[in-house]
C-alpha cells in the first residue's frame, strides 16, 4: 500500500527557500497524480500543486505560481516541491497525497484533496520574522 513521509519544513523569514520531499513506500507512482497541499490553522487543507504521472504535467494554484516548483526523481520515488520567495501565508503544515489517474484524471482535482489519500504526516513550514 502506497504511503508516503513528508520532510523539509521549517522556520524560515520572509522570502527564504526550503525544499520539501515526499518519499513514497509500498509502490510505484506510475499510475498516480501526485499533490502537495497545505493546511493552515483554523482553514481547511488546499492544493499547492501536482505533478501528473501520465503526461508530466505540472500544476500550481495561482498563489504560488512562480515561486514553488514540483519535480520528481523516478529512481528514489520522491517528489519534490522548491519553494522560494516564501510569505507569511504560506505557513502551514504541508502533506503530499496520491490519486490514481487510470480512469483519467484533470487539472480541477489538483485542488480538491478529497479525491486524494495515502496521506503522510504533513511537514510544519513557517514563515515568520
Known amino acids: 500500500q502506497l504511503q508516503f513521509v513528508e520532510s523539509g519544513g521549517g522556520l524560515v523569514q520572509p522570502g527564504g527557500s526550503l525544499r520539501l520531499s515526499c518519499a513514497a513506500s509500498?509502490?510505484?507512482?506510475?499510475?498516480?497524480?501526485i499533490g502537495w497541499f497545505r493546511q493552515a490553522p483554523g482553514k481547511e487543507r488546499e492544493g499547492v500543486s501536482c505533478?501528473?504521472?501520465?503526461?508530466?504535467?505540472?500544476i500550481y494554484a495561482a498563489s504560488v505560481k512562480g515561486r514553488f516548483t514540483i519535480s520528481r526523481d523516478y529512481a528514489s520515488n520522491t517528489v519534490y516541491l522548491q519553494m522560494n520567495n516564501l510569505k507569511p501565508e504560506d505557513t502551514g503544515v504541508y502533506y503530499c497525497?496520491?490519486?490514481?489517474?487510470?480512469?483519467?484524471?484533470?487539472?480541477?482535482?489538483?485542488?480538491?484533496?478529497?479525491?486524494?489519500?495515502?496521506w503522510g504526516q504533513g511537514t510544519q513550514v513557517t514563515v515568520s520574522s
Open positions: 509500498g509502490d510505484t507512482l506510475d499510475e498516480e497524480l
Open positions: 497525497g496520491a490519486k490514481r489517474q487510470r480512469y483519467g484524471w484533470d487539472r480541477s482535482m489538483c485542488f480538491d484533496w478529497v479525491l486524494f489519500g495515502s
Open positions: 505533478i501528473s504521472s501520465t503526461d508530466g504535467s505540472l
